[in-house]
């Protein structure tokens, strides 16, 4: 026997390990290190795991026509900041719609109004049938989004489906979006920045990366609150669609980083990226046109386009404007995305912290 060996083992022979026959045993004394990551710097729009194939489905009927409303099933649904599980939506059939109030890329936006109650409610329609796996992560993205709660966040009600058609239930803006306002009062421009930049900073705390900030994800309200929409589920109907069917406008408010992935030596951060998005919808308000060129729309040719982000000068403001607002628009349209300020930080910028005395009246006030 040899020194130090099992007391069974017999000269000549290796131990093996049980019913693997031939091999040796593996040295228990050696083990490998585990990657490091640095979770500060993800961005993890999805972190609840896939529910059970067993799990039983909650829908419930609806009462009208043999439809199904599906609100997200309470395992699912993770609590609030308050600690509380979010209410359950009311049945569809209880919605009644009252007329159509927009239409994009992923679906049609109806106001509904919820008959015991008379609540107005906006109601997305998400155009075509999903297979199972995108209606698992639009399931599990819902989920997570019913439990923001933020005052410059439109609030996710819930889910349905209906005849495989999925259908959302939204807080409702009644001032529509900002989409082609021009916002000449510097001091209403900033409020409207505070506001936007307050949700941005809410969502990335909780490592939400939006990736579509534009005018017309910017929805008002009466009252003048100013919230962001359509993140989320919007950004997984994106990524599914075929790309040619992609809107030219959403391009036009991408990061010069994310359009070449060469400028940031193939580094793409979501944060900045929403950054430098909200930068170029600020701007537009207080021009009151898309800021990359006189002759170039949001609209116009894409190659011209992401030429024009990518090569071209960091839009500026106009010399026509304040010291405060100039600077904080260079801020946000730093070309480099490690220069640019977190929202966080944005925050504490002297144009939103002190923004000129001046009377917000340039914006026509929505219809009420």
């Known amino acids: 026997m040899r020194p130090g060996g099992p007391p069974n083992a017999r000269p000549g022979l290796q131990q093996q390990q049980p019913g693997t026959p031939g091999r040796a045993r593996r040295r228990p004394d050696l083990t490998l290190p ?88 906006a109601l997305k329609v998400l155009y075509g049938h999903h297979d199972e796996a995108v209606r698992r992560q639009i399931t599990r993205e819902i989920a997570i989004l019913r439990t923001a ?55 990335h705390r909780r490592h939400i990366v939006h990736r ?36 030219v406008g959403t391009i036009a408010y991408m990061s010069p980083e994310r359009i070449n992935t060469d400028l940031n030596d193939g580094n793409y951060n979501g944060y900045a990226g929403d950054i430098w998005s909200f930068g170029l919808s600020i701007l537009e308000f207080y021009l009151g046109r898309f800021p990359l060129g006189e002759n170039l729309g949001k609209q116009g040719d894409w190659a011209a386009l992401m030429c024009a982000i990518c090569y071209s000068e960091s839009p500026a403001a106009p010399p026509t404007a304040s010291p405060e607002l100039r600077s904080f628009i260079s801020c946000c349209l730093q070309k480099n995305p490690a220069k640019r300020p977190s929202a966080a930080q944005l925050l ?8 000129p005395q001046q009377q917000p009246q340039a914006l026509a006030a929505p219809p009420c």
């Open 212 to 247: 579509d900030i534009k005018p017309s994800n910017l929805l008002i309200d009466c009252a003048r609150r100013v919230k962001i929409a359509d993140f989320g589920v919007g950004r997984i109907l994106n990524q599914t669609m075929d790309p040619c069917n992609s809107s």
């Open 34 to 121: 585990l990657p490091q990551r640095d979770l500060t710097s993800l961005a993890v729009p999805l972190p609840l795991p896939p529910p059970p194939s067993s799990a039983p489905s909650s829908t419930s009927s609806s009462g009208s026509g043999g439809a199904s409303s599906m609100p997200m099933p309470m395992s699912m649904t993770p609590p609030n900041s308050a600690g509380s599980t979010p209410p359950a939506p009311p049945p569809l059939g209880e919605l009644e719609r009252v007329r159509r109030v927009g239409s994009g890329a992923g679906g049609t936006v109806w106001l509904v109004r919820h008959a015991p109650t008379g609540r107005a409610y």
């Open 149 to 203: 709660e933020h005052p410059s966040i439109v609030r996710c009600h819930g889910m349905y489906e209906q005849a495989g058609e999925l259908q959302i239930l939204l807080e409702y803006m009644d001032g529509g979006s900002l989409d082609g306002r021009r916002i000449a009062s510097e001091s209403f421009l900033a409020d409207v920045a505070r506001q936007v930049l307050s949700g941005i900073a809410y969502l």
């Open 348 to 355: 504490q910028h002297r144009f939103i912290a002190s923004p």
